[in-house]
């Protein structure tokens, strides 16, 4: 099985593809091109497009020592959209995860 993701915008939506497989967690941490005050937004639709994340965050999980965990949600095989937004700004970052 393996996993890709394709990310855009000003937030940098980063995943763990090469452990991706059905029936395991995703982990995803986040890379911001320009500094953007929080809080944030996330939004994940499932391959059928039914939303199963959604959650207003203070600070993106990065990865680095000291950050928040990770987003983490359970894939299956299909195409997972990620969605995040700066709520008091213009900073985005848009995702697809495929699982296959």
Do not use: W
């Amino acid at each position: 099985m393996s996993a890709t993701i394709d990310s855009h915008g000003e937030i940098e939506v980063i995943a763990n593809c090469d452990e991706l497989a059905p029936n395991r967690q995703a982990k995803l941490h986040f890379r911001l091109v320009d500094m953007a005050e929080p809080p944030f937004q996330i939004r994940v639709r499932s391959p059928s497009g039914k939303l199963i994340l959604e959650r207003v965050i203070r600070e993106l999980p990065t990865g680095e020592p000291q950050s928040p965990p990770p987003i983490t949600f359970t894939v299956q095989v299909g195409a997972y959209e990620v969605d995040v937004v700066q709520l008091r700004g213009t900073a985005i970052g848009k995702a697809v995860i495929e699982v296959s």
